[in-house]
T-cell receptor
């Protein structure tokens, strides 16, 4: 049972480049989320998805794009990376019914130089 | 504007002590209040959660106290152990999409 995985785990990119962070979950959860974690800010929601082909903005969506063509995948793309997007990115998923619990992936540490 | 405010930012206690972490919120539509524990290099993991119709919930050594009228909730760790050293996040959410609003985190260090 793989659960929720993220790739790559570490990424260094240059300012202006496009980079895509991948998230895959094996539970068929309806909801998926992308957060960024920065010191002093906790986790802030970037985008979320309630189902395949349904996405919406969170607290800090600027500079990011998401898609969800399949229930199990939720990639996050930085179209033109900036240094302010250096962060640790977490993907999470939760089921539609029952507990609100969100299950988090191991994170991707992204450095933009 | 931060929806959930968490304090303190860091906390040091001796083994066996009872660290207390506090959170406050404004949005009365919130109906689920979880606490997440995060170890270095790992993703956050659910520790314990409470709904606003309950004033206290215990799971093992972890207790949430909830004060609906004050819009505050707190995490107490009884008989703390060095293995409890981690960063703790409170959060709040409301339907329909269960979006979480996280506090800024508390780094706990339990000294042997």
């Amino acid at each position: 049972d793989a659960g929720i995985t993220q790739s790559p785990r570490y990424k260094i990119t240059e300012t202006g480049r496009q980079v895509t962070l991948m998230c895959h979950q094996t539970w068929s959860h309806s909801y998926m989320f992308w957060y960024r974690q920065d010191l002093g800010h906790g986790l802030r929601l970037i985008y979320y998805s309630a189902a395949a082909d349904i996405t919406d903005k969170g607290e800090v969506p600027d500079g990011y794009v998401v898609s969800r063509s399949k229930t199990e995948n939720f990639p996050l793309t930085l179209e033109s990376a900036t240094r302010s997007q250096t962060s640790v990115y977490f993907c999470a998923s939760s089921d539609r019914v029952g507990s609100y619990e969100q299950y988090f992936g191991p994170g991707t540490r992204l450095t933009v130089t | 504007q931060q929806q959930v405010k968490q304090s303190p930012q860091s906390l040091i206690v001796q083994k066996g002590g009872i660290p207390i972490i506090n959170c406050a919120y404004e949005n009365t539509a919130f109906d689920y209040f979880p606490w997440y524990q995060q170890f270095p290099g790992k993703g956050p993991a659910l520790l314990i959660a409470i709904r606003p119709d309950v004033s206290e919930k215990k799971e093992g050594r972890f207790t949430i106290s909830f004060n609906k009228s004050a819009k505050q909730f707190s995490l107490h760790i009884m008989d703390s152990q060095p293995g409890d050293s981690a960063t703790y996040f409170c959060a709040a959410s409301h339907p329909p999409f269960n979006k979480f609003y996280f506090g800024s985190g508390t780094k706990l260090n339990v000294k042997p």
